[in-house]
Every structure is written in structure tokens, then in C-alpha cells.
């Protein structure tokens, strides 16, 4: 985590350069999907509509899923295995996580 830290905060620094501004360039292509991190859907099925339905996401990091947990302003926590619920607006479920960031209702 503390290496997300880092390359946040030297992200955040930059360079600031003195001559003038140059003109916006094309947009580049849609990047590939990154491979270190992967998003898990809680209750597996259930499509995300606005403004009624809010399915909650795990991260996927080396093996090991964490989440946000809303309680006392939020923060990550992992997830470890064992059975869970959710109460998300608009899909509620149970669901089991299993080893290697499986999730089964």
C-alpha cells in the first residue's frame, strides 16, 4: 500500500514547465485492462442502473479481495473468506468468499 502512496503523491507533484502553453493533442486508444487489479461484483448478476441499483465491488489484489467499508467515514479493509452480506441500494444479497477472490450467492 505504501507504494500506491508514493506514486500518488509524486503524481500529485509534477513539473510545472516555463514556456507557454501547447495545444491539446488527439485523444490516444482505450488502454488495455490492467492485469495487477481486478474488480469483483459482490452479488454476482446484478447490473448496475442509475440511479436504483448499486451493486458493491471488491478489488482483487494479488490474490486477495478488498473492499471499502462504509462504517466510520469509510476505509479498505480485506475481505477475508467466509459468508457475507450486502445491503446496497437496490441489490441486497448473501454471498460466500472463497480463496484467490472468488465470490458464489
Same mark, same amino acid.
Given at each position: 500500500?505504501?507504494?500506491? /502512496?508514493?506514486?500518488?503523491? @509524486?503524481?500529485?507533484? #509534477?513539473? =510545472?514547465?516555463?514556456?507557454?502553453?501547447?495545444?491539446? #493533442?488527439?485523444?490516444?486508444?482505450?488502454?488495455? !485492462?490492467?492485469?495487477?487489479?481486478t474488480?469483483?461484483?459482490?452479488?454476482? #448478476?446484478v447490473?448496475?442502473?442509475?440511479?436504483?441499483?448499486?451493486?458493491?465491488?471488491?478489488?482483487?489484489? !494479488?490474490? =486477495? @479481495?478488498?473492499? /471499502?467499508?462504509?462504517? &466510520?467515514? #469509510?476505509?479498505?479493509? @480485506?475481505?477475508?473468506?467466509?459468508?457475507?452480506?450486502? &445491503?446496497?441500494?437496490?441489490?441486497?444479497?448473501?454471498?460466500?468468499?472463497?480463496? &484467490?477472490?472468488? /465470490?458464489?450467492?
Open positions: 500500500m505504501k507504494k500506491l /502512496v508514493v506514486l500518488s503523491l @509524486l503524481a500529485a507533484v #509534477g513539473c =510545472q514547465g516555463q514556456g507557454p502553453q501547447g495545444i491539446q #493533442g488527439d485523444a490516444g486508444p482505450r488502454g488495455a !485492462d490492467g492485469t495487477q487489479i474488480i469483483v461484483q459482490f452479488c454476482p #448478476g447490473t448496475p442502473t442509475y440511479p436504483t441499483t448499486f451493486p458493491e465491488v471488491g478489488l482483487c489484489i !494479488d490474490n =486477495q @479481495l478488498y473492499a /471499502v467499508y462504509s462504517a &466510520n467515514n #469509510g476505509f479498505l479493509v @480485506l475481505v477475508t473468506p467466509g459468508r457475507y452480506s450486502s &445491503n446496497a441500494i437496490g441489490s441486497s444479497c448473501s454471498f460466500t468468499v472463497l480463496p &484467490n477472490c472468488v /465470490v458464489n450467492q
